[in-house]
Nanobody
Framework: QVQLVESGGGLVQPGGSLRLSCTAS????????TAWYRQAPGKQRELVAG???????NYADSVQGRFTISRDIPKNTMYLQMNSLKPEDTAVYYC?????????WGQGTQVTVSS
């Protein structure tokens, strides 16, 4: 069973940056397309950025040019570098497979963008 642990969230002012990390319990990033998702209060979970095993990357329009997804396969870790943060980026951020069936969801990491 895959276990995912997200970290790196926090409170940041608009225009600031954060780097999120997602660590998996095994070498899963090598074999599966994976992604970052986020869920804001009262909204559905949405796809933020995805990366395939061939390193093809896609971003949601709302984060294109501001966020960068990457992974370190030997460390079983995926990252999300978030720059030029906006209040509307406030959400709990999760990592998981890019496509169903999803692994069990982790606890996520809270990102709050506020002055």
């Amino acid at each position: 069973q895959v276990q995912l642990v997200e970290s790196g969230g926090g409170l940041v002012q608009p225009g600031g940056s954060l780097r999120l990390s997602c660590t998996a319990s095994g070498s899963f990033f090598r074999f599966y397309a994976t992604a970052w998702y986020r869920q804001a209060p009262g909204k559905q979970r949405e796809l933020v950025a995805g990366i395939t095993t061939g390193s093809s990357i896609n971003y949601a329009d709302s984060v294109q040019g501001r966020f960068t997804i990457s992974r370190d396969i030997p460390k079983n870790t995926m990252y999300l570098q978030m720059n030029s943060l906006k209040p509307e980026d406030t959400a709990v951020y999760y990592c998981n497979r890019l496509r169903e069936p999803y692994w069990d969801w982790g606890q996520g990491t809270q990102v709050t963008v506020s002055s």
